[in-house]
């Protein structure tokens, strides 16, 4: 996945939606349903801050749960699924980190360590997984489960390297922030090392480059 060509991906970001517009989503989601409007506007507007990307993680939460359930074509919200929402956009997130298994944890990890935005080749060579393994891995945090998008290519001392976003500052924080400290410093000096791998010496590092160096 070193590209041999100028191609660049699409950057990709979600502006806050306003309570008319979140229920305009779920009527999308769901074009028939029943669902209390009190579970539009206290549970799903309110707990996400009007977040398109948290808003549906919260309705297919509650589809994989059995929480929405589609009774002879109409969408109907069992009552009692209403406490298993998470009540904080920290929550979500902390629900879909924990549903993801041991190998996708680990990547989502490292690149954290690189940054919001970060070079797929350096994530690989940390992790030392097969190539292929590591791109279904890739695949699946981006397609199934939206927590990060392809954002461009770089061209790093004649290596054009790709490189991905985080989908939400939040995310990649509270990631960054559940690494234990030890493990933090460790990925830190791999980071670095392969930074200056690529660029040959600090001063030749962009500035937003240095300074996860200097992490």
């Known amino acids: ?5 100028n191609s660049t991906f699409s950057e990709f970001r979600l502006p806050a939606l306003h309570h008319d517009e979140v229920v305009q989503l779920v009527n999308r989601k769901f074009p028939k349903n029943n669902f209390p409007t009190d579970f539009i506007s206290e549970h799903l507007y309110k707990n996400t801050e009007g977040n398109a990307l948290f808003a549906n993680s919260i309705l297919d939460l509650l589809v994989e749960r059995g929480g929405i359930v589609d009774n002879h074509g109409t969408f109907e919200l069992r009552e009692e699924s209403i406490g298993e929402i998470p009540n904080s956009v920290q929550g979500i997130i902390k629900e879909r980190y924990d549903s993801l298994g041991k190998e996708l944890k680990k990547v989502l990890d490292v690149a954290s360590i690189n940054g919001y935005d970060f070079t797929i080749q350096i994530i690989e060579r940390i992790l030392k997984i097969d190539k292929g393994d590591f791109l279904e891995q890739l695949e699946e945090l981006e397609r199934q489960h939206n927590l990060f998008v392809p954002a461009q290519r770089k061209n790093i001392q004649g290596k054009l390297l790709s490189t991905y976003s985080f989908t939400h500052a939040l995310i990649h924080k509270y990631i960054y922030d559940n690494v234990t400290d030890e ?9 670095a090392d392969l930074l200056t791998e690529l660029y040959g010496t600090k001063d030749n590092m962009p500035q937003d480059v240095r300074e996860q160096y200097e992490n």
């Open 1 to 5: 996945y070193i590209a041999n060509d």
């Open 183 to 191: 493990r933090r410093i460790y990925l830190h000096e791999k980071v």
